[in-house]
């Protein structure tokens, strides 16, 4: 019976120390991914804006407010399509899509206003 408890100990650690290798091998990664681009969206107009990644999914930010800004920091493909869209008082409205390389960082601003004309400027990529 005690050469069980003995074996169930020495299992356990066994797992534990492969618990902490995963982590280590997690740690080290995380500065590729640090890398990598970042995406955002600042709205500049009357209204909320987000952005949404149809290769990921139908994916999208944070709303951003009217004045407040949402990104994402991601890499994967060196080209996606983004879809823009406006957001006030329950309505949505499609402003347009622009291709991103992934890898760098981009940033979509949206002004105008809803109704009105709203309209998105896209800098880096």
């Known amino acids: 019976m005690a050469k069980n408890v003995q074996n169930?100990?020495?299992?356990?650690?066994a797992g534990?120390?492969?618990?902490?290798?995963t982590v280590g091998t997690l740690a080290s990664a995380s500065p590729a991914f640090a890398a990598t681009g970042a995406t955002g969206v600042c709205s500049k107009g009357n209204y909320s804006s987000y952005l949404?990644?149809?290769?990921?999914?139908?994916?999208?930010?944070?709303v951003a407010p009217p004045?407040?800004?949402?990104s994402v920091h991601f890499g994967k493909y060196s080209s996606e399509p983004v879809n823009v869209y406006?957001?006030?008082n329950g309505v949505t409205v499609y402003l347009g899509s622009r291709n991103i390389n992934d890898l760098k960082k981009s940033?979509?601003?949206?002004?105008?206003s809803i109704p009105g004309s709203p309209y998105f400027t896209l800098s880096g990529s």
Do not use: D
């Open 8 to 13: 169930r100990r020495r299992a356990k650690i």
């Open 16 to 21: 534990l120390l492969a618990v902490a290798a």
């Open 52 to 62: 949404e990644f149809p290769y990921r999914g139908g994916l999208t930010t944070y």
């Open 67 to 70: 004045g407040g800004c949402a």
């Open 86 to 88: 406006g957001y006030k």
């Open 107 to 112: 940033v979509f601003r949206t002004y105008g």
